[in-house]
Nanobody
Framework: QVQLVESGGGLVQAGDSLRLSCVASTRTAGTYGVGWFRQAPGKEREFVAALRWSDGRMSVAESVKGRFTISRDNAKNTVYLQMNSLKPEDTAVYYC?????????????????WGQGTRVTVSS
């Protein structure tokens, strides 16, 4: 089993930056990487970015490409989501999940474990 803990959310103004962290209790246990998803009130969970532990291969959603970047620190079992030029539409609870497959997954069904989420609120 893998425990995931997100941190770094908060209330910011449009144009500001935040860095979210996702710390995993282990990088094994049948998981291969970490994905970030977000869920705004009344909306479905949406893929943001994902990264594979072994080689750093990543995928970033078109809606945030150029503003958000994903990176890892294997020594700390941590995946980061750097969010720049934040917009009010980025407001959501951000979750990280541990992927159950080697292939990068953009569907939440491809993730086996989830953190509790960290809230990001961007004011205009």
């Amino acid at each position: 089993q893998v425990q995931l803990v997100e941190s770094g959310g908060g209330l910011v103004q449009a144009g500001d930056s935040l860095r979210l962290s996702c710390v995993a209790s282990t990088r094994t246990a049948g998981t291969y990487g970490v994905g970030w998803f977000r869920q705004a009130p009344g909306k479905e969970r949406e893929f943001v970015a994902a990264l594979r532990w072994s080689d750093g291969r990543m995928s970033v959603a078109e809606s945030v490409k150029g503003r958000f970047t994903i990176s890892r620190d294997n020594a700390k079992n941590t995946v980061y989501l750097q969010m720049n030029s934040l917009k009010p539409e980025d407001t959501a609870v951000y979750y990280c999940g541990a992927s159950r497959t080697w292939a990068i997954q953009i569907d939440s069904g491809g993730y086996r474990y989830w953190g509790q989420g960290t809230r990001v609120t961007v004011s205009s």
